[in-house]
């Protein structure tokens, strides 16, 4: 069974910055890429970002040059870096990942962008 357990999330101003983690089964990390997703209230979930097995970086256009993701091997964890935060960041952030075919989910850590 794969488990991920994001945290992270609060509430932060505009321009400021939040690290979100995913801590994530030991047994699978190594082998798997990992993505961030995030879902807006009464809106779509969204990819956000992505990192490969081999750490290789992806980003959606909305957050390219202010959302860093990346990986620690040896703690089993994802991260998300999210600086210069707009009031549009604000969504549930989750972060996925699949393996041998199958999809799993964070349980989501909200994030809130307001003064």
């Known amino acids: 069974q794969v488990q991920l357990v994001e945290s992270g999330g609060g509430l932060v101003q505009p321009g400021g910055s939040l690290r979100l983690s995913c801590a994530a089964s030991?047994?699978?990390?190594?082998?798997?890429?990992f993505v961030w997703y995030r879902q807006p209230s009464g809106k779509q979930r969204e990819w956000v970002a992505r990192?490969?097995?081999?750490?290789?970086?992806y980003y959606a256009d909305s957050v390219k040059g202010r959302f860093i993701i990346s990986r620690d091997n040896a703690k089993n964890t994802v991260y998300l870096q999210m600086n210069s935060l707009k009031p549009d960041d604000t969504a549930v952030y989750y972060c996925?990942?699949?393996?041998?075919?199958?999809?799993?989910w964070g349980q989501g850590t909200q994030v809130t962008v307001s003064s």
């Open positions: 996925y990942t699949n393996f041998r075919g199958v999809g799993y």
């Open positions: 030991g047994s699978i990390f190594g082998i798997n890429g």
């Open positions: 990192v490969t097995s081999d750490g290789r970086p």
